[in-house]
């Protein structure tokens, strides 16, 4: 099924760290914001690397991120894919990444999840110019990685 994103960037003038998934899940584009499945660990973990409460509303994580000069995206615009299944993805429209840090400040761009690192690379790595950092997914459906592991590998965003 072809799927769009549905919902912008979630970026302000302070934002200096730039976090893309690869194109947001089923419950994300349903409810209009970035990592919103209740499995999905992404919140927990950003709120634990920064000692912060985990935030429950929307406008709460936006103010997490925002505090923490956090910017939100995705590589993909659109995209075939089955459900959430990023290993099924196929006829991507990548995002332009370009454009959108053009007149920011940010200097690093994590990327959540392997599909999201090789989107990444093939697609954008060559207009954007900033090497992507690797993360582990934080998705309900990565139960390779505990917990605590994932908050060690997150903690790379607090030290930059």
Known sequence: MRVNHEFGPYINKDSRILILGSIPSLKSRELGFYYMHPQNRFWKVISEVFGEILPKTL???????????IALWDVLESCDIEGSSDSSIKNPMVNDIKSLIANTDIKYIFVTGKKALNLYNKYCLNDVKIEAIYLPSTSGANRQISDEALKREYEIIKKI
């Open 59 to 69: 406008e709460e994580k936006k103010e997490l991120l925002k505090k923490h000069h």
